[in-house]
């Protein structure tokens, strides 16, 4: 993957090659005899192997090529054999302050308050010239405009909790405390995360909201534009930041957390939140509320204990192997507000048990075989969220699904429905993300007509459309949340 990023960041367009000789051969050419400079940051990779491989088309650079590497690990930096090592310090005070005063004052309006400056001089000291410590700090000030929150900020305490206790940076705890309860709470449940995860934040925001964090007090606002609202704070706060993938996920941005950022969370979430495969194996705490299997394979005896956790409200499977059967979650956790289970190919279908999870509000089964729904899941009547993406051998969906009154967002996106259920228009509410609609002879296209759909949709089989008029009805001109259209005729 890594040479294939060279190799495209060379030839400006996108390289599908998935055997690495070829990718390598085609490096090759293209370094021959040119002179380059690499830089890869913030490496973590200690496999002496997989740096001999990368390495193979690389020696083909002219001379003088240069690789310039970043990492936090002194080990990293001996594996790949460098020829000089230099060793970061903290910024000094003037770029310390540059960088604080960046994020805590708007407009450069510092110079017009003097007082405010003087302080901010003193927290930056305190900030110990760590670049992260100075732009989370900065940003929580950013909307603090008295004298006294920015004297508190200082002589908090919590600049003096030795970091060996607590292995977070005082900066950044400090920071989390002055979230709001509710941003408080919201930036815990990211704890699910494994250090570097990326995400997106719509399916964040949609988490919120299925853990009810969503404070909705002004009926003008829908959850998704008070999440929307929460993760645009805590953005501004760097608690998180872009990402730059090569690829976007479905139609929103992608973001990550600081590694130290992820310490944090973890810290304070406590035993809220377990990530098996990454924290400290043994016996899952029976107060855990949020679950996620971060790590691919997983040994089964490891889930023995987690079935201590009776009030388990979130299981979310990152990787493939979700480690238990959709059965014995049902069974085992009847409090499950969200279970997300994409790309656990082990599941073929979803049993009429379901019913039981009368609390659960989120549901993703994207990536799976599954060829129906049971008819028992539209009694799940606080459900939300219904997720199906690319579920190739689903057709058709339950007759009543139009009984889930609560139903806000129905994904859909590469699983090609023929048949959209009746009735469906009478949830005013409900968002569709369809991806591909087949028109049938038995079908009715008009069905689409009562759909909000987002993002794109493409329209197979248009010949089958007996009534022209049908395409009135349909109204897609209307569609204002629609990004893209595709109409498809069969010869």
């Known amino acids: 993957m890594l040479t294939r990023a060279i190799l495209e960041s060379i030839l400006k367009e996108t390289d599908n090659s998935r055997n690495l000789e070829m990718v390598q051969g085609r490096l090759k050419e293209k370094l021959k005899g040119m002179k380059f400079l690499l830089v890869l940051d913030d490496v973590w990779n200690e496999h002496r192997d997989q740096w001999k491989s990368l390495q193979t088309a690389l020696k083909y650079g002219a001379k003088g090529s240069k690789i310039l590497i970043t990492t936090r690990i002194n080990k990293v930096a001996s594996i790949m054999e460098s020829s000089n090592t230099h060793q970061l310090k903290q910024l000094q005070k003037d770029h310390s302050w540059q960088v604080f005063a960046k994020y805590a004052f708007q407009d450069d309006n510092s110079k017009s308050n003097s007082v405010l400056e003087e302080i901010g001089i003193k927290i930056v000291e305190k900030c110990q010239g760590l670049p992260l410590a100075l732009e989370t700090v900065g940003g929580l000030l950013q909307s603090k405009s008295y004298v006294s929150e920015w004297k508190g900020v ?11 206790d607590s292995k977070i940076i005082p900066a950044l705890l400090l920071s989390y405390y002055h979230l709001p309860s509710h941003l408080q709470r919201c930036f815990a449940y990211c704890a699910l995360f494994p250090k570097g995860h990326k995400f997106d934040k719509e399916s964040l925001i949609l988490s919120w909201m299925a853990e009810n964090f969503l404070q909705c007090s002004h009926q003008s606002k829908s959850p998704e534009e008070v999440g929307e609202q929460y993760f645009n704070d805590m953005l501004s706060r760097s608690f998180f930041q872009k990402s730059i993938p090569k690829e976007m996920m479905y139609n929103n941005t992608v973001f990550v957390m600081h590694d130290l950022l992820n310490d ?33 394979p997983v040994k089964c005896d490891e889930y023995k204990s987690l079935c201590d956790a009776k009030r388990l409200r979130t299981f979310r499977s990152i990787y493939r192997n979700c480690g238990m059967s959709i059965q014995e979650l049902i ?44 008819d028992s899941i539209c009694s799940l009547y606080n459900l939300q969220v219904l997720k199906l993406n690319c579920c190739y051998l689903l057709k058709e969906l339950p007759s009543t699904l139009h009984e889930l009154t609560k139903l806000r967002r129905l994904e859909l996106i590469e699983t090609s429905l023929r048949k959209a259920p009746v009735l469906f228009g009478t949830l005013k509410n409900l968002q569709v993300w369809m991806g591909k609609f087949e028109v049938s002879k038995s079908s009715n296209i008009q069905q689409l007509g009562e759909l909000d759909v987002h993002g794109e949709l493409s329209i197979k089989n248009l010949e089958n459309m007996v009534n022209p008029c049908d395409a009135l009805v349909v109204a897609l001109k209307k569609k204002t949340n629609l990004v893209g259209l595709h109409l498809q005729w069969s010869l």
């Open 264 to 296: 944090l969370a973890k810290y304070v979430s406590g035993e809220m939140c377990y990530r098996l495969g990454v924290d400290r194996p043994g016996s899952i705490p029976k107060t855990t509320r949020h679950f996620s299997t971060v790590k691919n």
């Open 331 to 374: 069974s085992n956790f009847k409090f499950l507000r969200l279970l997300s289970l994409p790309d656990c190919r082990n599941i073929k279908e979803v049993p009429d048990t379901i019913v039981s999870l009368i609390h659960l509000r989120s549901l993703d089964l994207s990536f799976t075989d599954i060829e129906r729904l049971p």
């Open 154 to 164: 200082l002589r908090s305490g919590i600049w003096d909790l030795p970091i060996e």
